[in-house]
Each structure stands twice: as C-alpha cells, then as structure tokens.
C-alpha cells in the first residue's frame, strides 16, 4: 500500500479544540454545471486548515528501494509531466442525514488532537498509468485553493474522498495500512445491528472504491409543482466508484411503482460557465467539455435529466432516482438495511416529495 500523510497541522492555542468543517453547495446548484465551480465545491476537513509555505515546502517519499526522495514544490512541478484528470470527488459520508432518520449516531469522534491526517491506497493504483492518480497543485485551473490542500493534495480518483489527502507532506511506500484514524477507525461499513458496544473496526476493510450513487438534485424535498405547466423537469446526478461509468438512470414519479429512463449528461456536452468568483449567476460562455473516458476510466459523474407529463390527478408527487453502472450494481430501495454506525455509504434510491399546486 502507499501512505499518503499531510502531516500539516494549523497552529493552536493550548487546549483549543481542533474545529472540523463540512460545508456543502445547495443540491440544486449542485446539477448546474458539470465542473462545479471551487466556490461551490463541497469541503471536508477533520482538523483546522494548515498554513503551508511553499517556498519551504517538501514532499517527502519514502519507503523507495534506492532511499529516500525529497521534492520542492518547483521540482514537483517541473521534473514531472503534468496531467489533469476530470474526476467527482465524493465523501464517504454523502447523504449520511437519510441515515440518521432511520436511528442517530453517537458522536464517536475520538479525541484526535495531535494527530495529523493519513489514509492508504493500493500501490496498484497508486502506479498504474491507468489509474490516473495525480498530485495536484492545480484546481479547475487555478492554484489548489487552502481549503483544498495547497500547495498539494493527492487526487484519487474513483477513490472515497478521504483518501484523496490534502496538504501532503509524506508517501510511504509499505506493507501495512496507514495506522491513521480515518484508515482504520473510520471510513468502514458495517451491518445495521452493529453498534458501538460491539463494533470491530479491524473486522472489516477500509472504504477504497464507493458503490454506485445518484440523487435528485431539483426539484428540492417540499417543493411545489405547478399543475398548470402539465409537466416536471427533474435533475441530478449519478457516479460510481472504482472508474465505472454510470450507464443509466431511471427515475420514478410515483414512489417506485413506475419508471422512466432519463437523459445523461456526460461526456460531450455543453454547460455554462459560472461567473468568476462563484457568484451563482448565469451569463458567460459555454464550453466542450473532455471527450468520454476510456473504459474502467470513468471517474466523473454524470448529470442527468428528465421532463415528463405530470401525472393526471396527482396531488403529491414522490419522486425517486436509481442509477445502474457499468458492472450493472444497483442502488438498494431503502436505508434501513444498509444502516450503518458510521453513516457512510448511504446510496439507497434517494426520493424526494413535492406537492403538486392546483
Ligand atoms: N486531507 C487532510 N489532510 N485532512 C482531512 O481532513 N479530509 C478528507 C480528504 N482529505 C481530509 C483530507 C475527506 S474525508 C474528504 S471527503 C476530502 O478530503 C474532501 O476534500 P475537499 O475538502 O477538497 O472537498
Ligand atoms: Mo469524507
């Protein structure tokens, strides 16, 4: 396997605690474009953001047969070919609120303090040209923003989030797993009648590639239909771990009962860039997007969308997505049975009610 540690703390007072951030866009703006802009892309941090110099900065990698590697920042950026990949990144805790109106989570966060954060992924991955795993110092463009890991990050793709480590410090080359707290005592699934009396965490496998995901983003959960424009337009998007590509997604205005198939929006399409500085308007040209990935490749999502007749006299609209990927794994009906202490890999058909105004 391959540590990859940031090993970047932000400085503290004394006994402060570390404060974690989890900041998420609006769903509906969410299906707006295919490359979320960075001001609405979604953050994740465990422990405060760190301020890293990078004229100071190494990337120390260790565990190499011929010693030890040390690179600056320039050195990374000009003694290696640059790539970019277009890949989702998703946490492995997308959804978790669906699985706390099934039963609520004990906050188990240990006390992490002084620890800096790491994960592991196979070296396999980690080497294969085909497996396309960047270190970035660049997003949509730009210098990596702080909140996203400047001056480098590891970009996994097909990957959970969590092991795409931001503000990297070290690589290990080595035998065993990252004996960090989020490789080992986070980021795994369990059965629903495990709990926190009897969970063991090195009974299961760490997160690495996510099940197959989709989810309506518009309308909104208690939005409003209007009878009067005789038809429903509803959006979202869909992606699966493990570089397989979203082949379809059925959507249901009626509980599950029937199906329709909507319209992906992956490869060649054309969306509409946002203004500069992600002030949410429209306006700006439009652009091509990369053509479609090879085969096993396919580390974007897919948006997707349907425009159907409203169905004839219906007051109440219970809207459902499911989408199927390459392998054809599907998404569970419910949330119940894939329950789970730790709240992560909640991907069952994600429904949303609206009412429909006379
Ligand atoms: N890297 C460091 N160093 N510290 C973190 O807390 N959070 C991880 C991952 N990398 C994390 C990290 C998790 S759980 C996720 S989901 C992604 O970063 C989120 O990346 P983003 O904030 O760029 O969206
Ligand atoms: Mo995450």
Redesign the pocket.
Known sequence: VLEIL?E?KAPRAEGQQPEALQRRAPSEILSENFITPTAF???????PVPEVDPATYRLEVEGLPNGPLSLSLDELKTRFPKHTVTAT?Q??GNRRSEMNSVKQFEGLDKDVTGT??GASIPVGKALSEEGDVLLAYEMNGEELPA???FPV?AVVPGTV??R????LGRIVLSAEESASH?QQNDYKGFAPCTDWDTVDFKSAPAIQELPVQSAITQPTEGGVVERSAEEVTVKGYAWSGGGREVVRVDVSLDGGRTWQVARLRGGRWRWRRMGRGGGGGGGGAEERLPPPPPPGRAWAWKLWELTAPLPEDARELEIVCKAVDSSYNVQPDSVGPIWNLRGVLSNAWHRVRVTVSE
Do not use: I, Q
């Open positions: 940031s970047y892309f979604f953050k994740r941090n465990h422990l990144l946490c492995a800096t954060y909140d996203h890991g990050r989030g969590a795409n480590v931001k503000w989020w």
